[in-house]
């Protein structure tokens, strides 16, 4: 079957996690945020503010557990640990670019925090640790900062083997600093055997649920994480990002209406709570979810309300990705060309954000008879793709280069030149297969692989269109678009069986989903005539 066999625990937990009205004060949220003892050298009242910053701080809910380490630090002005606590928060999510402004306050944190002299070594060596991440930030990106990083935290967790907060952290720190071209997965497995101890050990603690998924946040090893994923949601059920992180495993493995019921409550609890990144980020992964299940209006009435989210920061890529992938995902998910080719680009601070409007205009462009300006949006991709290089970013740089060479296979196929086409769209999804997603997104507009595979069966190669779907559907399970390919592929070969499984796990998919979908009708149809 296509569900999942613990899907209906999973309902209970989500279910209950969208009827919470947001708390009136941090104590009665807190009690459903997890439970952490982060033990420090400061006052019983400093100590009790710190660790509920702790609580909130462990699943990324920012401006609460910054607060809440200034309490800290007014109610012990010697607490020099409250601004380490400080500095954790306003790295704004470790795993996405820092704002100027954050590095600047935080190394100021840092800068007050050895100042103060901590009473302890462990707080001493902490306070260092994270320090080296906000130093030299002129020189050094933000990869290259989490590479000596999460060298400081190696050192720091072999002096406190048993201390488990030291742990976690550590074991964060070698998930951000993760490669995205390591298919051997070192620094998360390495994580993971830090991280499952404790998690068994302290079944409440949100960090150890928390930064287990983003361990097993990929392809090959996300089915190790759906433990993970229904635990955290119950731990820190007052979390938008906790209702979230689930969903980064669910679509991992394609489990799109959990994906859903988990984005939903995110986004209701980040609605309530006025944290429009958190709204964004999760509506996003949500219309993403509708639109593999043929759910197309659900997902457009989504993307208007996102439209009319205010107070978004638009110095983090969260909400200005979000905004700018969702309506082009409704249009390229689709095969929606003509629309596609007339996508509004969002400005934005971050050039592969701008990038992704210019990709679905281009590929839009060159599928719909609009060359000229196919070939304008593609060299507007490779003028972004080279401010990126010139700003050292190594990974957006890839990615808009990905994005690029997928824009110019589709060029040279409207002219014709259909050998230079696929030959071209076989190397882009190679290269694709070579890295990793970002955390901000959920996935490409569409994969380069599956995009092979149908420019394949434009040209009647049916059995090379059908590797490249399958080898789609093995890294991004259950993709609308995957299957259908993989089903009229299989129809062009002769083999109804394959295609009739494919057709039959389309259906048992989207349910009794009443959309337009073309891949839906055609799958009503096969099996109809069968």
């Not at 809440?68 to 012990?76: G, N, R, T, V």
């Not at 994480?225 to 679509?251: N, V, W």
């Not at 309506?327 to 701008?354: C, H, I, N, S």
């Not at 090379?464 to 089903?487: V, W, Y």
């Amino acid at each position: 079957m296509f569900k999942i066999k613990l899907s209906l625990s999973m309902a209970a937990a989500l279910a209950t996690a969208t009827i919470i009205t947001q708390p009136t004060d941090a104590q009665t949220e807190g009690q459903r945020l997890g439970d952490v003892h982060f033990e420090t050298s400061c006052t019983t009242e400093a100590q009790k503010a710190f660790d509920q910053g702790m609580l909130y701080q462990h699943s990324f809910w920012y401006r609460a557990s910054k607060k809440l380490f200034e309490d800290a630090a007014k109610a012990d002005p010697t607490c020099a640990i409250a601004y380490w606590g400080i500095a954790q928060s306003l790295l704004a999510n470790p795993f996405n670019p820092v704002p100027a402004k954050n590095l600047a306050e935080g190394l100021a944190a840092i800068e007050q925090a050895k100042r103060l002299d901590a009473k302890t070594q462990r707080e001493s060596d902490l306070i260092a640790a994270i320090g080296v991440y906000y130093a030299n930030a002129e020189a050094l990106d933000q990869r290259a900062r989490a590479q000596v990083y999460v060298k400081a935290m190696e050192d720091v967790a072999a002096r406190y083997p048993s201390d488990d907060e030291v742990q976690i952290y550590y074991a964060l720190a070698l998930n951000i600093a993760a490669a995205p071209s390591d298919k051997t997965y070192a620094n998360q497995l390495k994580a993971a055997a830090i991280l499952e101890p404790i998690a068994r050990r302290r079944p409440h603690h949100p960090g150890a649920a928390h930064y287990l998924i983003h361990t097993y946040d990929y392809p090959a090893l996300a089915q190790k994480g759906l433990d993970a994923a229904l635990r955290y949601a119950k731990i820190a059920e007052a979390a938008p990002h906790a209702q979230h992180m689930p969903s980064h495993i669910f679509t991992r493995v394609g489990y799109w209406r959990e994906s859903i019921a988990s984005n939903a409550a995110a986004a209701k609890l980040a609605r309530n709570g006025k944290e429009a990144d958190d709204q964004l980020h999760a509506s996003d992964y949500m219309v993403y979810a509708y639109l593999q299940l043929g759910r197309d209006r659900d997902a457009h009435l989504l993307i208007e309300e996102m439209n009319t989210i205010a107070g978004y920061n638009a110095e983090r890529n969260t909400g200005p990705f979000a905004l700018a992938a969702s309506p082009a995902r409704y249009v390229v998910e689709r095969g929606d060309w003509a629309q596609a080719a007339q996508l509004d680009v969002r400005p934005a601070k971050f050039a592969y954000v701008e990038a992704i409007g210019h990709f679905a205009r281009a590929i839009g462009a060159a599928r719909s008879g609009g060359l000229e300006a196919a070939k304008t949006d593609l060299a507007k991709l490779a003028e972004l793709r080279d401010k990126l290089r010139q700003a050292k970013d190594g990974y957006w740089s890839q990615q808009v280069d990905i994005q690029a060479q997928i824009a110019s296979a589709w060029v040279l196929f409207a002219e014709r030149r259909y050998d230079e086409a696929l030959d071209a769209l076989s190397a882009a999804a190679d290269a694709e297969d070579k890295t990793e997603k970002a955390t901000v997104t959920p996935g490409p507009l569409a994969p380069a692989r599956e995009l092979y595979g149908a420019m394949l069966l434009e040209r009647g190669r049916a059995r090379e269109a059908l590797a490249a779907f399958e080898g789609t559907l093995a890294k991004e399970p259950n993709r609308l678009r995957g299957l259908a390919g993989a089903a009229k592929a299989a129809e062009q070969l002769g083999d109804n069986a394959k295609a009739r499984g494919y057709h039959e796990k389309i259906l048992a998919m989207v349910g009794d989903t009443d959309g337009t979908r073309a891949e839906i009708a055609d799958a009503r149809a096969f099996l109809k005539r069968l």
